[in-house]
């Protein structure tokens, strides 16, 4: 793909992008001579489309706004910052039909908005499973126990207060809901990518290492391999997690998002942080900890968080986020204005490691070219991808394709239902494909 | 300066030293848990019952509760999909032979009930005690979990209607259980250890492989599926879901008349939302409950009807619209009721 492109009209970020390699050294060497004739040519460039709107420029330009000529609001006005009033459609928002009960739901992330890795701590997805509480951090304990007493030396009770002063980790990870892009496992059934992958947020989480905590009760690791993390609300949700991955440190518990506490949406004060496991298992609210030596089979490993497969068995303890992406810019239900040039962007993350590569396609997976990965690569974290693309204004199929460091491709359509039907719900990290039509409008479809 | 460095290096040793000795190693961090506060919260049950309260109940007893308690979400026979998916159904005795739910591959299901999935039945005890009744959480007593469970389980005709269920036999309709083998581990996705070390399933292996080819990679695009039409607009006006400005616009869904933005909602529709109320009411509908416009209707002449509902909401009821009984709504403080009651009979709007 080339990396500038020719754009009539469009003045280019000048000087360093506006001069070549060549240029830069010519100048270097004393010779200008032909900068004049450079910005003479990218001068008459941007006013022949201004010429068409107002014969002696850009109303926006020559009639002061009265930001310009106004006094504006003075600190403080807002003692918690907002939004600008003209970001009022990135939202959270829900999918009709999908539940009925709002304590038990999801909101999802409005991706097609978004920049970056990050995602704004007001903005990022939510899942309920018996609604959500403001929890009195004063009041709020965790519990660490074994399954057995002998697993455990001294079973404790951590405040806040305690937890606050023990020595903290901060880390960047993605967390997905193991049923993103569950709705889509048959066919195409939304029409956005804030509802095909909309569960799924990255944030800089803080707190202490659960590994930290279990030294300090003295568990036996030796009998004790499984870890079962116990929410503080109505359903006091329930998950099996390896105590491998807490012995290697990744398990957290936290109550730092994005800088500041933890939102109650997503757990205030204290949630567990699992990288690269489906978000059910980051228990919101954690009251406890128990350590044991089998799994628990809880009614979200038992229930719900299993997967049918075409035999009518179901997989168990399934956790895993496999490695996805996703373009979001252009994405489903958004319009391109003209023909021209286009930055295509998305996100690739994997629940195994890193992101290696992300190839984009536009002839919906004839050819391939490998798109530029935004730093930083953080482990189980969302990377960014981005890749320069001109539309010629003909129907095209977008797509994207990641690769993590185990060497992993993200599969198509055809080559996960093969193995695993259309009927598990969970798990679905297909290549999803964008189709931009002659009139600039994308949809959601899918290539087999 | 000389001194100053020799302590940070002390410093730094002690903490390297005290990074090896790791048990109880935060001064002050944190106290011993008493047997008490254990065992307030240790309410987990394995599938192994360890963890199982002592107790009994009985299918009689557990119908009662469960009309109850959990009929208005559930159904009467657990049947109900309206609030949430159905529990009971789609299972048969040769399933109940086999441990296997037939249906789950043959394709007759045309949904899955908790009873056609779930493999222990710890977990349906586990879970009743820890979260149920929807409303009021770890309410139920163990006598009164067994007797709900043993009622379940009846319905599911996996226990007669004269059992009684305990901590004795549960291990014996453990056996019943219609999709005991119904559950497998063989795969790449559990993050811990493989099974052949103590663990579950093998050890991270993917099941489904692609490969990144780049040129000419197929002959041909072949669309399996797209937005139906009617789907277009199903989630709205997509233009006022994206920016409108920047590289792309969100495209019109809504035609082009497109109708004026909501206005803002009211707090008293947000407090029913809230407060779960919209699970069973519509507002000009019935979903398990009647709809507002009806309890509007049927009241609207009556002059105590604030007063007679509020306590109605507060302490829930049966017969007036039908035999699904409305649960307790203990949780709403009054002031809340009241704004709810006179909401409803201002119109709901």
């Known amino acids: 793909m080339v990396d500038s492109v020719k754009q009539p009209g469009r003045l280019q970020p000048a000087p360093e992008n506006f001069l070549s390699e060549e240029q830069i050294q010519a100048v270097g060497a004393g010779r200008r001579d032909f900068l004049r004739k450079g910005l003479f040519a990218a001068g008459a460039a941007v006013a022949a489309p201004l010429a068409a709107r107002a014969s002696e420029g850009d109303p926006a330009i020559l009639k002061l706004p009265e930001w310009t000529t106004t006094l504006g609001q003075p600190v403080a006005v807002r003692p918690y910052g907002l939004p600008s009033k003209y970001e009022a459609g990135v939202i959270r928002r829900e999918s009709p039909g999908l539940t009925r009960v709002g304590g038990a739901s999801v909101s999802f992330t409005p991706l097609q908005s978004l920049f970056g890795i990050i995602t704004p701590s007001g903005l990022h997805f939510e899942r309920h499973h018996q609604g959500w509480h403001d929890i009195d951090p004063s009041r709020h304990r965790l519990m660490i126990n074994g399954s057995d007493p002998d697993f455990v030396k001294k079973p404790k009770v951590y405040t806040m207060d305690d937890i606050m002063r023990l020595p903290p980790v901060s880390r960047i990870h993605f967390i997905e809901c193991g049923a993103n892009t569950g709705l889509e496992w048959g066919n195409v059934a939304v029409p956005t990518v804030q509802y095909t992958h909309g569960m799924l947020s990255c944030s800089e989480f803080t707190g202490v290492p659960l590994k930290t905590l279990l030294d300090d009760c003295g568990v036996d690791y030796k009998r004790a391999r499984f870890v079962l993390a116990e929410g503080a609300d109505g359903s006091s949700m329930t998950r099996t997690i390896p105590m491998e991955m807490v012995e290697n440190g990744e398990v957290m518990v936290a109550y730092g998002q994005n800088g500041e506490m933890l939102r109650p949406e997503n757990g205030y004060p204290l949630r567990l942080v699992v990288p690269g496991v489906q978000g059910v298992s980051w228990v919101k609210w954690l009251r406890r900890i128990e350590v044991g030596d089998k799994p628990y089979a809880t009614k979200d490993e038992a229930v719900h968080y299993i997967d049918l497969m075409p035999d009518g068995l179901h997989r168990q303890y399934t956790s895993v986020q496999e490695c996805k992406s996703v373009i979001n810019t252009p994405s489903g239900g958004q319009q391109l204005l003209e023909k021209g040039f286009f930055n295509v962007s998305g996100i690739a993350w994997s629940g195994r490691g890193k992101i290696t590569r992300v190839d984009v396609s536009v002839d919906g997976g004839i050819n391939w070219q490998t798109a530029r990965l935004e730093g930083p690569i953080q482990n189980k974290a969302l990377t960014r991808f981005n890749t320069n693309w001109v539309w010629d204004g003909k129907p095209a199929i977008l797509q994207s394709r990641a690769i993590d460091d185990t060497g992993y491709v993200q599969p198509t359509y055809s080559q996960l239902r093969a193995v695993r039907g259309t009927k598990s719900i969970y798990h679905n990290n297909a290549i999803q494909s964008w189709k931009v039509a002659e009139s600039g409008e994308v949809s959601n479809v899918q290539v087999l | ?349």
Not at chain 2, 54 to 74: I, Y
Not at chain 2, 176 to 200: E, I, Q, S
């Open chain 2, 1 to 349: 300066m000389s001194r100053f460095s020799k302590s940070i290096l002390v410093l730094a040793l002690f903490g390297a030293s005290t990074a090896t000795f790791a048990f109880d190693n935060f001064k002050g961090v944190g106290r011993q848990a008493t047997p008490a506060e254990i065992k307030a919260w240790d309410i987990d049950v394995r599938p192994d019952f360890k963890g199982l309260p002592k107790g009994s109940g009985n299918v009689d007893r557990g119908q009662e509760l469960f009309e109850e308690k959990c009929a208005s979400c559930h159904g009467t026979f657990g049947e109900s999909n309206e609030v949430f998916t159905p529990l009971i159904g789609g299972t048969t005795k040769d399933d109940i032979k086999t441990g296997r739910v037939k249906g789950l591959s043959s394709g007759d299901l045309p949904q899955r009930t908790t009873f056609t999935k779930v493999a222990t039945v710890s977990t349906v005890f586990d879970y009743i005690q820890r979260a149920m009744p929807w409303t009021a959480p770890k309410s139920l007593p163990p006598d009164e979990v067994y007797a709900i469970l043993a009622y379940m389980l009846n319905l599911a005709e996996i226990v007669p209607a004269d059992f009684t269920l305990s901590d004795k036999n549960i291990a014996e309709v453990q056996k019943l259980m219609p999709n005991r083998y119904g559950m497998t581990t063989d795969h790449g996705m559990w993050p811990g250890a493989p099974a052949k070390k103590g663990g579950m399933g093998n050890g991270g292996i993917p099941d489904v492989k692609n490969v990144a080819c780049v040129k000419n990679c197929k002959s041909e695009v072949k669309i399996g599926s797209s937005l139906p039409d009617y789907a277009r607009n199903a989630h709205g006006n997509l233009a006022e879901q994206n920016r409108t400005f920047g590289p792309v616009r969100g495209v019109n869904t809504a035609g082009d008349s497109a109708p004026a933005k909501p206005a803002a909602a009211s707090p008293a529709l947000e407090l029913a939302q809230k407060s779960g109320c919209m699970a069973c009411h519509g507002i000009n509908n019935k979903i398990v409950g009647p709809g507002y416009n009806e309890i509007q209707a049927r009241y609207k002449d009556q002059p105590d009807a604030e007063t007679r509902l509020v306590a109605k909401v507060k302490a829930g009821g049966q017969g007036v619209w039908g035999a699904v009984p409305m649960p307790p709504n203990s949780h709403l403080s009054d002031a809340d009721l009241k704004t709810l009651v006179q909401w409803i009979m201002s119109g709901a709007k």
